[in-house]
């Protein structure tokens, strides 16, 4: 429920500007991806393993290339430069060609006049598989055979670790991991496959520029590394292949790896023709990454008023086929699995396996929500056990400025964790309502199966924070480009993607404000006029995205000031404070920090949940973020109140389901997200304490609220139902059964 008043589209820093996309979002008029055209378009298709882990015998194309409209069908024969590609390691074949190792992986291509034959030709294609054992127990996967020659992590001053399908294990040793205490919590928790659940399925267009490049049009959250992976595949220098960014209906970081971008490129230059692909939502759920599922074990120990002594967890996590980003989310989940409290000593694990499931990586909160849930949960099992009022003991236990992370890591940034806690818990409750009442304000809504009689209810709190930006040394930098004009206007130039979370208007009001002009024109957002943004996820892209323009425009200004010159050209690159990796052995920062800073969320949740019949309702949610500084505060309680929409899903509904590596229910028909009637009031509260070295203070918000949600929401159904509830998203009959 915003509270914030907004100014029209034109505003500086602090204002509450409304979004140049919303109007034509909303009227059906914005265009996405998949509304793309060009003349002499063909259409693509991809052919996918209707297998999880088999061997390729034979491919044979020969009836699919004489059907009516078809243009080219393309093997891995027909890739022109590298084979494989990958975000961190290149270890994910442009098209399958001796094996495949999940449900859905492509194995060939096919272009055509109509969209249709294209479809009619992929099925024509006789592929002979010989199946091979599908490892699809991560607890297994050590034990079963290498799914990869050689370990992606070796070399990279990752631990080395000799078991088979290890992606990245690592250690956090913090102090003395054997300290007893004098009260002691334990509990395994699981959770299941989130889907990012865009409602824009891939999508974009290839169009070759007639001298041996590319241009593609596309859906994506980094337009530079999509340039970086796909040109050596292509065999082609950087420049020749230009990534522009098109409409993006939602992202969630489902869309930091590849999807069409290689396949409508290597169709395109093999037609000559501009190409367009659009994926089916089925396709969808196989074409993208999606959030890891995980296991953890953990234990708790605190002196006898409170205080943490010891928190020790095990942390598991189902990476898929391919590693994508999960070394990245194993180092996220160890490094923030103790939550945003004191502990002196700590012993944590997190590995990171391959199986022949479907592949995972970024998604919203990458790590760090999955051990949210199993840290609040200990926590409210410790405050239980001690007789402590649970929001008092994670007040008595809040991480502040000074204090010391597992990781040796000092906090020396904005970190008011108390304070956050303390203003969600100020947020007043509201009423129990009566019985009876519409039953669209009961536990199954318009099902109507409950009159209210068995319905309890639960109020429940938990915290929880990750880093902004990225992390252990990873060269984290974002370009701009300003131009000024002798008419006294201003162009900006930026690879910041827009996924929805709304940089275009902070570039905007950055940009306003230190040039002192509202004429500031937001250029196309490409690879081919500016350096790399990095990418639209951890949280980094408003940091950035500010520190970058705001660089650019003083620069602009000053050389104006210089030169006396009406035009002035210029592009600066800007990088947050240096971090390092983390000690292969021990998880210890090997310089000043690992970390840039960190940003919390606080959320007190009210849940209805019928204990006869396992429906769940939740009523009200109260929340309190730290935000650095509020750029654009009606952005914020935007992100906020989205963010939380899919940790509540998390808690509540939303799974992938498998059966043998494959996926049983790729559909919004089967896998359920959310809607407007799902989603209760939403009562943010913006905690400002600037980060000293982020432009204007201001943090990154858009995961804070997802790490703790899913938490919240559980802490509230288990106060209502007095079950433990360790498992996510929770089923019916975990409410109802023994």
């Not at 020969?62 to 024969?77: D, N, P, R």
């Not at 984290?476 to 709304?502: K, T």
Request: proline residues 7%.
């Amino acid at each position: 429920m915003s509270t914030v008043a907004a100014t029209p589209t034109v505003g500086r820093v602090g204002d509450s500007v409304l979004r140049l996309d919303g109007p034509p979002k909303v009227k059906g008029e914005f265009a996405y991806s998949s509304d793309l055209q060009a003349a002499g378009m063909l259409w693509g298709h991809t052919l996918r393993s209707p297998y999880p882990h088999a061997r390729i015998v034979e491919i044979d194309i020969s009836q699919a290339l004489t059907m009516a409209g078809i243009h080219a069908v393309l093997t891995h024969e027909d890739v022109p430069g590298a084979r494989t590609y990958g975000l961190e390691f290149p270890d994910q074949p442009v098209l399958a060609s001796d094996r495949v190792r999940y449900y859905g992986e492509p194995v060939a291509l096919v272009a055509a006049e109509h969209p249709e034959q294209a479809r009619r030709a992929a099925a024509a294609i006789r592929v002979v598989y010989e199946e091979l054992p599908v490892v699809s127990d991560m607890e297994r996967a050590t034990e079963m055979e290498p799914l990869h020659e050689g370990r992606p992590t070796a070399g990279h001053g990752y631990r080395d670790d000799p078991r088979p399908n290890v992606v990245r294990h690592m250690v956090i040793r913090h102090g003395d991991p054997e300290i007893e205490g004098e009260v002691t919590v334990s509990g395994v928790y699981d959770v299941g496959i989130q889907d990012q659940a865009f409602l824009g399925p891939e999508s974009g267009l290839a169009v070759p520029d007639g001298e041996g490049g590319v241009d593609i049009y596309v859906a994506t959250q980094w337009l530079h590394v999509d340039r970086d992976q796909v040109a050596p595949c292509l065999g082609l220098e950087p420049e020749q292949v230009r990534i522009h960014l098109a409409g993006v209906g939602g992202a969630f970081g489902g869309r930091e790896d590849l999807s069409m971008q290689l396949h409508g490129a290597l169709l395109a230059l093999h037609t000559s023709r501009p190409i367009k692909i659009v994926y089916n939502r089925e396709e969808s759920f196989v074409g993208h990454i999606h959030r890891h599922p995980a296991r953890m074990w953990c234990e708790h120990r605190a002196t006898r008023d409170g205080r943490l002594v010891n928190v020790r967890m095990r942390i598991l996590l189902d990476g898929g086929a391919y590693a994508s980003s999960s070394t990245a989310v194993a180092s996220n989940a160890a490094s923030f699995a103790v939550g945003p409290y004191r502990v002196d000593n700590a012993l944590i694990e997190a590995t990171a396996v391959y199986t022949n499931n479907p592949p995972c990586g970024a998604m919203r909160g990458f790590g760090a929500v999955q051990t949210c849930f199993a840290a609040e949960a200990q926590m409210d099992l410790l405050a239980a056990a001690l007789d402590i009022d649970p929001i008092e003991l994670r007040l008595l236990n809040a991480l502040g400025p000074g204090d010391t992370l597992p990781t040796g890591q000092v906090v020396d940034g904005s970190c008011p964790v108390a304070e956050t806690i303390r203003a969600a818990a100020a947020i007043p409750i509201p009423a129990a309502e009566a019985l009876p009442r519409d039953p669209i304000r009961l536990p199954g809504g318009a099902g109507n199966t409950t009159r209210g009689e068995g319905v309890q209810r639960g109020v429940g709190f938990a915290v929880g924070f990750k880093n902004i930006c990225y992390s252990e040394g990873f060269d984290d930098s974002c370009a701009a480009r300003v131009v000024l004009h002798a008419d006294g206007s201003a162009e900006v130039h930026c690879a910041a993607a827009e996924v929805g979370q709304g940089v275009v208007g902070v570039i905007l009001q950055v940009a306003r404000t230190e040039l002192g002009i509202d004429a500031v024109t937001l250029m196309p957002h490409t690879t081919a006029t500016v350096g790399s943004a990095g990418s639209a996820s951890a949280s980094r892209m408003t940091w950035m995205a500010a520190g970058a323009v705001q660089d650019a425009c003083r620069a602009a200004l000053e050389e104006r000031e210089r030169t006396g010159s009406a035009e002035v050209d210029v592009e600066r690159v800007h990088r947050h404070p240096r971090t390092t990796p983390l000690d292969p052995e021990t998880g210890q920062i090997t310089g000043e920090r690992a970390h840039v800073a960190l940003a919390c969320s606080a959320m007190r949740v009210v849940a209805e949940v019928d204990v006869e019949l396992g429906l769940t309702r939740v009523v009200w949610i109260g929340t309190a973020q730290d935000v650095g500084r509020a750029i654009n505060p009606l952005a914020l309680e935007g992100q906020i109140e989205g963010g939380t929409a899919q940790g509540l899903g998390l808690a509540v509904m939303e799974e992938i389901q498998t059966r043998d590596g494959r996926i049983t229910n790729a559909s919004f028909t089967d896998y359920l997200i959310p809607t407007t009637l799902d989603m209760p009031p939403v009562e943010s509260v913006l905690i400002e304490v600037p980060e000293p070295s982020a432009p204007y203070g201001a943090k990154g918000v858009g995961e804070p609220p997802t790490v703790v949600a899913a938490a919240a929401v559980v802490s509230a159904m288990r106060a209502a139902t007095g079950k433990p509830l360790t498992r996510i998203p929770v089923r019916p009959d975990e409410i109802v059964g023994l």
